[in-house]
């Protein structure tokens, strides 16, 4: 008669312990991302600072306003392709850090809907007779739960892609813009 709130204490602890891991590797992974920005920044930056510290002495050194004006329509392309490149690279980190979350979401689900419905047999054979229904009610349950957590899931990467997509679109449209106004210049 004991073993069933046993049972449900080690099951609860073993969720905790385990919802704890979990939170343990999302956390390290978001710090892995956010080490990944950071260090892209930081490139970014002191490459931005170098160039355009050689692009202002070029300006300075220009003889003329054509001259002038020339250079300037020269570093549209070039900063067009940087920033393009910088946004991917943004975009390749989120990515990366989504599908770590993702997978450890999943797999957490998984293992924690295992472990239930393994307690769920396990209580369902000391259950007194006539609760069938109510078992399988409960099963059903975690069955729709289950079908639920899926869908939001799919739906998810499918937003996922969309973004990625109408992201890559847009520098896309960028460069081309960008390589217009150099042409023009």
Avoid: C, H, W
């Avoid at 940087?82 to 797999?107: L, R």
């Avoid at 007779?129 to 939001?152: D, H, M, W």
Wanted: aromatic share 8%; charged share 20%; proline share 2%.
């Amino acid at each position: 008669m004991f073993a069933i709130p046993e049972q449900f204490s080690n099951a609860t602890k073993a969720s905790f312990e385990s919802q704890f891991a979990v939170f343990s590797s999302l956390t390290a992974k978001a710090f892995e991302g956010i080490e990944k920005l950071v260090e892209l920044n930081i490139t970014a930056a002191k490459a931005s600072l170098e160039e355009s510290s050689v692009a202002t002495r070029q300006l300075l050194a220009a003889k003329d306003p054509q001259e002038f004006f020339s250079l300037t329509a020269a570093q549209i392309q070039p900063t067009a392709e940087k920033a393009m490149s910088y946004s991917k690279q943004v975009a390749a980190i989120a990515a990366g850090t989504q599908a770590e979350f993702t997978k450890a979401a999943e797999t957490q689900i998984a293992e924690t809907n295992r472990k239930v419905i393994s307690l769920v047999d396990e209580v369902s054979k000391n259950a007194p007779a006539g609760t069938e229904n109510v078992v399988a009610a409960f099963k059903s349950s975690i069955g729709n739960a289950n079908a639920g957590y899926e869908q939001l899931t799919k739906t998810t990467k499918q937003a996922v892609e969309a973004i990625e997509t109408n992201m890559s679109a847009a520098v896309n449209q960028f460069t081309t813009a960008a390589q217009k106004v150099a042409t023009k210049a």
